[in-house]
Structure formats: C-alpha cells, structure tokens
C-alpha cells in the first residue's frame, strides 16, 4: 500500500535525504497499487513467482496485504499460521513495494 503506516496517507513517491532534515538528494516514485496490491487487477498474485495460481497455498501478509505462495517463501512455510503473518518484506522493516537500493555515498 502506499500509505503512511503511522497516519494513513496516500504517498507517490519517498524523498531520499543526506541526514534528517537535510536536503533531497532523490526522489523515488512509488507504484501505486489497489488493495489488493496490484493496479486495477482482482487477482492476487504472488509477490516472489508472480503467478495467481496455487490460491489456497497464497498468504496475504496482514500488514501490506501483497500475497505470497507458502513454497516461494524462505524458508517455505508447510502449514498455514494460525495466528497473523506478516511477509519478509514488513517483518524486516522495508516499505513494500520499494526495494534497497544503493544510494551514492556523500
């Protein structure tokens, strides 16, 4: 989603700053996607392989609610949580959707 996690709203792109408060040395669009992660299209698709098969073995991750087969992630997953799962991508911390890149050094 690109939404702030902490208010809510909507984004387009993420401004890359030396230090906090500094000047902006780059702008990154974001690619904007519905709720279920992907623009204009009801299907899910897996975040890792890309396909929309396998339904029953694809995860939502509750926090950003991209999919994931259970064997396209790793480790793979063999049985569904019970409890809430959150995919790689949130439980590391990065914004989904937007991958670390390198930045020049200053």
Not at 67 to 89: A, F, I, K, Q, R
Request: glycine share 8%; net charge negative.
């Amino acid at each position: 989603m690109n939404t702030c996690p902490a208010d809510r709203k909507e984004f387009v792109s993420i401004h890359v700053r030396k230090h906090l408060g500094g000047e902006i040395v780059e702008t990154v669009p974001v690619q904007v996607r519905t709720q279920n992660g992907h623009e204009g299209d009801d299907t899910t698709s897996c975040e890792v392989c890309g396909r929309t098969d396998g339904e029953e073995t694809m995860l939502l991750c509750d926090n950003c609610d991209l999919g994931y087969h259970m064997s396209c992630l790793d480790p793979p997953l063999t049985e569904v949580p019970n409890d809430d799962w959150m995919c790689p991508d949130c439980v590391n911390g990065i914004i989904p959707g937007v991958r670390k890149k390198a930045f020049p050094k200053f």
